[in-house]
């Protein structure tokens, strides 16, 4: 007789689209580790700006590398916080019942395969919903304040500061000793000021680029404006950062950022395009730690439960979300 599949609920699309048009819940086999990979028995996804890209199918370019003309991986979700539930071959760094938090691939769901080496510990005490909240926009910011090459006393704009990773990156920025101003709609000014921000622009009321002092550091979240206007408000030897995300839906920032890389050496200013790479040298970790000692706060803005995962997507796609979504499908 042969023995059943175990199965587990997820929300996974066979095609491109919308959130709420292609995503559904289904049935699907639970996952088993393979060799340096642990299987994670999810509590907690956070949503993030790439989710919304994979389940569009953009930039289009990306095609060639997560699916052409259907998605490769049909579960979404990236960022995961859980609890150890099996290890794979070769995998001695991590027990069942541990607690654990990381950026994968195919989060929601109630089960997902990570490779032990992206693994971190989520410290007793911290939520797993502001834990699954650190992976991709922790660290994006993270690298984002290393790569500006922010330090104390510089004058930091951050163009996004009220989204997932605007929120951390106001606060390890002001960490690091600059004076910060944060770039947001009016109605996330309060929850960007208490984040750390010294100065808050509505965008509704203020255009940044005008500023009457130009900034040392300029770290572009949002994608919305030009090369040439985030350069006018930069000082003349100030670096400009520009992060991965946005742009056009055939080639995402591929032609801004490669105009950015070809015009930095022939100017004062440093333009800076980067990606950020996920799990590297504890980064995670560190940053959790940061939670459980009180000096970094993951601005979990909304909750979702597993059954309206959809509808915490399509939240996000509308653009604007107040710091991080998460979708929650186990207490604790």
């Not at 066979?14 to 580790?33: I, S, T």
């Not at 989060?107 to 007793?124: G, I």
């Not at 919903?129 to 926009?137: D, K, R, W």
């Given at each position: 007789?042969?023995a059943?599949?175990r199965t587990?609920?997820?929300i996974?699309?066979d095609?491109y689209?919308e959130?709420?048009?292609?995503l559904?819940?289904?049935?699907v086999?639970?996952p088993?580790?393979?060799?340096?990979?642990?299987?994670v028995e999810?509590?907690?996804?956070?949503?993030?700006?790439?989710d919304v890209?994979?389940?569009r199918g953009?930039p289009t370019i990306?095609r060639l590398a997560?699916?052409w003309?259907r998605?490769k991986?049909t579960?979404?979700?990236r960022?995961?916080a859980g609890v150890?539930?099996?290890v794979?071959?070769?995998v001695?760094?991590w027990s069942?019942?541990?607690?654990?938090a990381?950026?994968?691939?195919?989060s929601?769901a109630e089960?997902t395969?990570?490779k032990?080496?992206l693994?971190a510990?989520?410290p007793?005490?911290?939520?797993?919903t502001?834990?699954?909240?650190v992976?991709?926009a922790g660290?994006t910011?993270l690298q984002a304040?290393r790569v500006?090459?922010?330090?104390?006393?510089?004058r930091?704009?951050v163009n996004?500061a009220?989204?997932g990773?605007?929120?951390?990156?106001?606060?390890?920025?002001?960490?690091a000793?600059?004076?910060?101003?944060?770039?947001?709609?009016?109605?996330?000014?309060?929850?960007?000021?208490?984040l750390g921000?010294?100065?808050v622009?509505?965008?509704?009321?203020e255009?940044?680029?005008?500023?009457?002092?130009?900034?040392d550091?300029?770290?572009?979240?949002?994608g919305n404006?030009?090369?040439r206007?985030l350069?006018?408000?930069?000082a003349?030897?100030?670096?400009?950062?520009l992060?991965?995300?946005h742009?056009?839906?055939?080639?995402?920032?591929?032609?801004?950022?490669a105009?950015?890389?070809?015009?930095?050496?022939?100017?004062?200013?440093?333009?800076?395009?980067f990606l950020?790479?996920s799990g590297?040298?504890?980064?995670?970790?560190g940053?959790?730690e940061?939670?459980a000692?009180?000096t970094?706060?993951?601005?979990v803005?909304r909750t979702y439960?597993?059954?309206?995962?959809?509808?915490?997507l399509?939240?996000?796609a509308?653009?604007?979300a107040?710091?991080?979504?998460v979708?929650?499908?186990r207490?604790?």
């Amino acid at each position: 007789m042969t023995a059943m599949t175990r199965t587990m609920k997820a929300i996974a699309h066979d095609e491109y689209g919308e959130a709420a048009d292609v995503l559904a819940p289904r049935e699907v086999p639970v996952p088993e580790p393979g060799r340096g990979e642990v299987r994670v028995e999810v509590h907690a996804v956070s949503l993030n700006a790439a989710d919304v890209y994979l389940t569009r199918g953009e930039p289009t370019i990306g095609r060639l590398a997560f699916g052409w003309p259907r998605p490769k991986r049909t579960i979404r979700g990236r960022d995961v916080a859980g609890v150890v539930d099996s290890v794979g071959p070769g995998v001695t760094e991590w027990s069942p019942g541990d607690r654990v938090a990381a950026e994968g691939e195919e989060s929601l769901a109630e089960y997902t395969c990570v490779k032990a080496s992206l693994l971190a510990r989520v410290p007793d005490g911290v939520p797993f919903t502001e834990a699954a909240a650190v992976p991709l926009a922790g660290v994006t910011a993270l690298q984002a304040v290393r790569v500006g090459e922010v330090k104390a006393g510089d004058r930091v704009l951050v163009n996004g500061a009220s989204g997932g990773v605007g929120t951390f990156l106001v606060q390890l920025a002001t960490a690091a000793g600059a004076e910060v101003t944060g770039v947001c709609g009016a109605g996330n000014t309060d929850l960007v000021r208490s984040l750390g921000a010294v100065h808050v622009v509505d965008y509704g009321v203020e255009d940044f680029t005008e500023a009457k002092e130009p900034y040392d550091v300029v770290i572009d979240l949002a994608g919305n404006r030009s090369l040439r206007e985030l350069r006018s408000a930069l000082a003349p030897g100030g670096t400009l950062v520009l992060t991965s995300g946005h742009g056009s839906r055939a080639m995402g920032p591929l032609w801004r950022n490669a105009a950015a890389s070809l015009t930095s050496p022939f100017v004062r200013q440093r333009l800076r395009p980067f990606l950020a790479r996920s799990g590297v040298d504890g980064e995670v970790e560190g940053l959790l730690e940061r939670v459980a000692a009180g000096t970094l706060r993951p601005a979990v803005g909304r909750t979702y439960p597993f059954e309206r995962a959809v509808d915490a997507l399509a939240h996000v796609a509308r653009g604007h979300a107040r710091g991080k979504v998460v979708v929650v499908l186990r207490e604790g």
